[in-house]
């Protein structure tokens, strides 16, 4: 603890001397190079997991209020109770069995390398003694600084400690859009005056809690926080804290849930989807992270059983970083301080298939691949070499694992699990591994290839067959918006389809040209019309409901499309925003018209 304490008191001296520098220079830490930018970057871009915990005086309630058990961190907000009424939760929480040394090393045996609690949520409640607010845990029976303790056990295990803040306050008075229910609010909102009162909370969690890896800004999107405030915000965190990350929520460009910045007012480091993986990658360079639950809700719900299987979480993992991005995943505290079981379970669990294979999750980069029918893959240079991870989901019981369109000589084969070699060759259209019949692990089992040189993949061309048929599949779509493609536990489909302006699309060469009717491969819970659209030509087509998103049905769209002449052609598959309701899409066949 002497250490700790000493780190702590060294990183505040050496925080005060950035603010006198800044004060004198004030930098713009905006422009800086990106060498620079990487540098900073860099343990963040190895790290690939990370804890998000979402922890205050919401948990007292537990969700539930008049009968409704749906609420959750957005308790104040959903509920609209008075803002005086809703302090009183403060007098309940009292998490005496909170222990900061269990909780990090829950973190760290799942594999996670950093974590991110909310220092402060939308409620304004600060999980801090602040100086500058009696409403926060000072206000509570539980006298200790949850931070501090966090902070302490996260540098004696190596993890690196992160936290979370709210822009938006729906307690302050002077946060520029008050709700009527804030009924101890009085006066005229003044925003200079909150960004003050903001600004020296901030500095109370950069100047006491030792060296943050992350600043973690939420709470940006409403009228009263505008692009020159976060640049001005940006700026003033990294005077204190040069070497700090700031996502991208400091700024106004945020497009939605999607999380990427858009035009040309950017603010932060890395973009953040949220409860979603993105379909592809962004490039090197573009740093990205998508936070996720576990069930429905961030905050603790004790209604909210819904778990996400280990299965899907290890595999949101895989993805995320075969996209070249990073996966937060969140557990929601009782008042009591308590992770839910059903968390700590499934962060064991986590952690034993990390304990195979974490070497081709940290420090990987994206895939090489457009798609891969059976899982996913991860990079690592390695000098002159490259190594491919293949995170294969659903494993081939024939013992035969192709590698589609690899054109690099494959200098070994091997299972992570065991080590075991593998005996391979080149075939036609790429390269074949010989595997077990059985796979390792039945979440995902990680083949090693190392290979000369950097990737040289050519994909695979969709083409024509003898019977002049085109199909389609879910894993060859090209897919723009937060849709994803889903493999593995018998699933081979785009979904995720929510946002109706998500688009899929596939390019294919047609020898035979001629008119051919549209057949979709689908599932739905409810009817919602589509078009497919090539050549200039339309179709309309409506997803009938199928009972579930895992219940396929054939579908022929109404009409024909002609494809006049060989060639190459792209189809696109578009929501009809208007009619649009969400649906898994397996594949679309083009099938010649009876003459």
Not at 544 to 549: F, I, L, R, V
Request: glycine share 10%; with cysteine; net charge neutral.
């Amino acid at each position: 603890m002497k250490a700790n304490f000493l780190r702590l008191a060294l990183t505040a001296v050496a925080c005060l001397q950035g603010v006198f520098h800044a004060a004198e220079s004030a930098p713009d830490f905006l422009h800086e190079t990106p060498a620079q930018r990487d540098a900073r970057m860099a343990w963040f871009n190895e790290a690939r997991f990370g804890l998000f915990i979402h922890w205050g005086v919401y948990s007292v309630p537990a969700g539930a209020w008049n009968g409704k058990t749906n609420y959750g961190e957005w308790f104040l907000e959903e509920t609209r109770m008075p803002v005086s009424q809703y302090e009183k939760f403060a007098r309940q929480f009292n998490p005496v069995k909170f222990n900061a040394t269990a909780w990090v090393k829950a973190a760290k045996q799942a594999g996670m390398k950093y974590i991110v609690i909310t220092s402060k949520h939308h409620d304004g409640f600060a999980m801090f003694r602040s100086r500058l607010s009696d409403w926060g845990i000072k206000s509570t029976p539980f006298q200790r600084d949850p931070l501090w303790e966090l902070a302490n056990a996260c540098a004696a295990e190596g993890l690196h400690f992160c936290l979370y803040y709210s822009i938006m306050d729906w307690h302050h008075p002077d946060w520029g859009q008050r709700r009527p229910w804030n009924d101890l609010a009085t006066g005229t909102p003044d925003m200079d005056r909150y960004v003050n009162y903001m600004k020296g909370q901030l500095q109370e969690l950069l100047m006491r809690y030792g060296p943050i890896g992350i600043l973690w800004f939420d709470g940006e999107w409403e009228k009263p926080w505008t692009h020159e405030r976060g640049v001005d915000l940006y700026n003033f965190v990294r005077q204190i804290q040069p070497a700090i990350i700031i996502n991208n929520r400091v700024g106004k460009a945020r497009a939605g849930m999607a999380g990427m910045d858009q035009g040309s007012e950017r603010v932060g480091d890395y973009g953040t989807p949220e409860q979603s993986i993105p379909a592809r990658g962004f490039g090197p360079g573009v740093y990205w992270e998508s936070c996720m639950t576990m069930n429905n809700h961030w905050g603790y719900n004790r209604a909210d059983q819904h778990w996400k299987s280990t299965a899907t979480l290890v595999r949101n993992l895989i993805d995320c970083a075969s996209k070249g991005g990073n996966y937060l995943l969140n557990v929601g505290p009782t008042s009591e301080g308590l992770i839910p079981d059903a968390s700590l379970e499934r962060l064991r669990q986590i952690g034993d298939w990390m304990k195979v294979n974490s070497v081709a999750i940290y420090g990987t980069s994206a895939s090489p691949f457009p798609r891969l029918g059976w899982g996913r893959c991860t990079t690592k240079a390695a000098g002159a070499e490259t190594i491919l991870y293949l995170h294969v989901f659903d494993w081939p019981t024939n013992g035969v694992l192709g590698v589609p369109g690899l054109r690099n000589f494959v200098k070994s084969a091997r299972l992570l699990a065991g080590n075991k070699s593998l005996p391979f060759r080149s075939a036609p259209g790429g390269v074949v591994v010989a595997v077990p019949s059985k796979a390792p692990d039945a979440i995902s089992s990680t083949v090693e290839l190392t290979i000369e040189g950097r990737p040289d993949v050519v994909a695979a061309a969709l083409e024509q067959q003898p019977d002049g048929s085109v199909t389609l599949p879910a894993s060859e779509a090209d897919l723009q918006g937060t849709l994803q493609y889903e493999v593995g536990g018998g699933k081979d489909n785009i979904g995720y389809w929510t946002n109706p302006h998500d688009t899929a699309s596939w390019t294919f060469t047609a020898a035979h040209p001629g008119k051919f009717k549209v057949v979709a491969t689908l599932a739905a819970t409810a009817s919602g019309k589509f078009d497919v659209v090539v050549a200039d030509q339309k179709l309309s087509g409506a997803a009938p409901a199928t009972g579930s998103y895992t219940q396929f049905q054939e579908v022929e769209l109404p009409g024909e499309l002609e494809l006049a002449k060989a060639g190459e052609f792209t189809l696109v598959v578009k929501p009809v925003a208007a009619d649009w309701q969400p649906m898994n899409l397996k594949s679309l066949r083009l099938q010649p018209a009876v003459k």
